[in-house]
């Protein structure tokens, strides 16, 4: 058996993600003791349940004592508190980690809190599912996705190399680059997306024309996409919101001038420039099923047969 | 075994929805003869070598005479010239129909073409994945989704029963409404969802500041999801906004509306707003899942496992 990463790692927080960590990093040995925080006692009492941890701590500061490794699994809004909580119990040489959507607010957050002796590599595996909890992680949700670490200029090359290793262990790619490129990077491919997919299931649920039974009994014909989106964790999207302002807007403004051009063009009757676009946007995708970041099966892998994807 | 529902049945046009028709209703013995035709002479050639009819006809005319039944599954813009093509060669008494995603354009397009010896049934399967052509089809497709039948008044109860029939022989559910209401529920669940996963498939190939390759590498965080809506046949989905204009400007003001007030919320730092609204849009998700049309199964029923989802 190798050696694990961390002989000790501590999970702030022990959500979807959280939870992943910890199936994903005993399938690889990559972890040896796990210690598990969160601030919700039924949370922490649901992780005992699981067995996801090998001690739990309502205390923060508990939870990362003698820990070779601490990753923050909280909503981006919640960094800068959970940092100043543990911050007098790191050890030295300690890294310090998060898997945040969004990396400068967390860079600002939590950088000012920490003491010198500790290494902080902020991470965001960009995975996951419309569930949360403590229940839903499970050790596959990194596999051939991507990690990016966004270490501050002059942090320890060893222990970014530690952090990189033990996520590849989980089974991510992992890439390497500034805090305000990675917040651009999420902006349009994910937090606009969702900010859309939001903000098309609130409009639907608000028509005097169609009703709510009607969204949901017609909704196979896309609809139905822009739902499980939209029925991601709601305290994780507000801080993501709040805590990419700058580059969300910036995207969101690109958005809708383009969207803008594309009604002009219907009002118009221009067929010629939607098939054009049509026909474009059929390369990214096949892009990214290259990537191997999409599966190629119909309707997403959707099970088909009568009674398959019945309501379970 | 059951009677055909038709004993004739003819196909015209052999995609996604015709070859899935055809394999539905061969599974459920809903047609004796299945007649095909398509004006691409490599479409027809492969539904043949698919063995998805029983006859091939490049003449319209040809495969819908004697026909009991006869499908138009083509855009909704070739459905008027499709009509004027078959109505010489139609049998008295013979239901007309068609798949199309719009209805009050396709009843303007057909109906003045059909004789008064037909019975013209509109109808709209509400299911569909990514791709198309006539390798894409297969039973399943209708199963538990709704199939919209919008006969114009006055229009033989029978034939609208018969037709009724057919479709809940190949797995569907059934609703009758107006073309117009139709196209207003349609606008909200499919069209205008298809049209913004378009437009932000279009706005991240266009950025300066991402690359194309991070677009890519990093969509699992929500912008793959819409990649595939993006994929969909240009075509048909050009045909689709010119066709049902109105009811699409419509909805989508409605959507731009709401994405201007949720862009004031971020700017101003309106936290709970944004809550309140990320909570409101799960219970939509839950009634979806409820109504049938949807799995629960994590991220979609994605497989995962390091080589399960890689590219195929």
Chains 1, 2 share one sequence.
Request: proline share 7%.
């Amino acid at each position: 058996m190798t050696e694990p990463a961390f002989p000790r790692l501590a999970l702030i927080g022990i959500g979807l993600i959280g939870s992943s960590i910890s199936h994903a990093a005993r399938r690889a040995h990559a972890a040896g003791h796990i210690a598990i925080h969160s601030r919700t006692p039924a949370t922490l009492a649901r992780a005992e349940a699981l067995g996801l941890g090998d001690s739990y701590h309502a205390d923060p500061a508990d939870a990362v004592r003698d820990a070779d490794a601490v990753i923050l699994c909280i909503p981006v809004g919640a960094s800068g508190a959970a940092a100043a909580a543990i911050a007098p119990a790191l050890k030295p040489g300690a890294i310090v980690s998060d898997v945040g959507s969004v990396k400068a607010s967390v860079v600002a957050q939590v950088a000012p809190h920490l003491p010198a002796f500790v290494h902080f590599v902020p991470a965001h595996p960009v995975a996951g599912t419309e569930y949360s909890g403590p229940d839903a992680g499970f050790a596959a949700l990194f596999d051939n996705r991507w990690c990016i670490l966004t270490p501050p200029p002059g942090t320890d090359a060893e222990a970014v190399e530690r952090l990189h290793d033990f996520w590849r262990r989980l089974g991510a790619n992992v890439e390497v680059m500034t805090p305000e490129h990675h917040d651009l990077v999420l902006a349009i491919t994910s937090h606009v997306p969702h900010l859309i997919a939001y903000n098309i299931v609130g409009t639907a649920a608000h028509l005097e024309t169609v009703t709510q039974s009607e969204v949901m009994k017609f909704s196979a014909g896309g609809f139905r996409d822009f739902t499980r989106i939209a029925a991601s964790d709601p305290t994780m999207w507000r801080d993501v919101f709040l805590n990419n302002r700058e580059a969300v807007l910036e995207m969101l403004g690109r958005f809708t001038e383009d969207l803008a051009a594309l009604q002009r063009n219907i009002r118009y009757g221009e067929g010629d420039a939607l098939f054009e676009l049509f026909t474009r946007t059929r390369a990214i995708r096949r892009g990214i099923i290259a990537a191997g970041q999409e599966t190629d099966a119909p309707d997403f892998g959707r099970p088909h047969g009568s009674g398959e994807d019945a309501p379970g």
